[in-house]
DNA sequence: CTAATCCTTCCCACGACGGGAAGGTCAAGG
DNA sequence: CCTTGACCTTCCCGTCGTGGGAAGGATTAG
């Protein structure tokens, strides 16, 4: 199976299933003749693993944490928990800090009236002297 | 004054003013004769603008748009508020995003026992064959 | 035989910076 | 007057996770 037919099968795109090889994260596949690289089914299910993780947010070195824990007979659940965990905390401060933009945009697009003069509180606050 | 003050004076970092002055955000300043760069008040104006802006998560781009409409006295508050919203309706996206990893997260993370053993459901559902 | 479609490696670009090198400038103190 | 240290300048590289595209070889269908 080449590459075209990998990306294909799992919807990971050409491009990347080199730039994951490039970091690390999969397997260099056996090459053909020509040079070609040419995938077995486990490589098509790391491609699917990797793909789910990245769905979930996981940051390419953490996927790297996960897979490694996957191929690991010897894991406890608790290692993998951990970085799921831990992704979860990333995952509720940057919720955190974009929904404290979103109630300050909100507040100061309300006080805006949205007509034609120029007299806009977003900006005022934008400009404002003082921290 | 010199960048490093202006810096000082903004805490917007030395490197950062050089950036938004070679991408277009701010006029380039006066210089010296050695070719400092010398910024007056109405510069630290706009770089507080611009440090506001970025805070509520506007992207380089819309504060350069935001800049444009501060500066154009016959704008509308209309134009100015239909930035802003856009704005607050890519948050929204994103915290929606963000939260249903959380969500997916959270519930195979609390049916994981996090113990020694190494059945993890985490795992069970990155590895899952179908769709 | 040729044309289309694959594949390869390579480099460039994004956004929004930070780090650091190499070299010029300025102010204070000995 | 000279040195030292703190500042400033430009320049290039790295981040993260890709996408785009060029140049050139391989394969396949007609």
Redesign the interface.
Known sequence: MNIGQAAEATGVSAKRIRYYEQVGLLEPPQRSDAGYRVYEARDL?TL??IQ??R???FSLAQVSE?LA??HD??????Q???V??K??DE??S??DE??S??D???H??KR?????????P??S?????ES
Chains 1, 2 share one sequence.
Do not use: N, Y
């Not at 805006?112 to 806009?120: A, V």
């Open positions: 299910h699917h693993f789910r993780a769905r979930l947010g996960l824990l996957w007979q010897g894991r406890s659940s608790g993998v928990k951990a799921a965990m992704h979860i995952l509720h940057k919720i974009l929904q933009m979103v300050t945009l909100t100061l697009a805006c009236d949205g007509g034609d003069r120029p007299d806009c977003i900006l606050e934008l400009q404002r002297s």
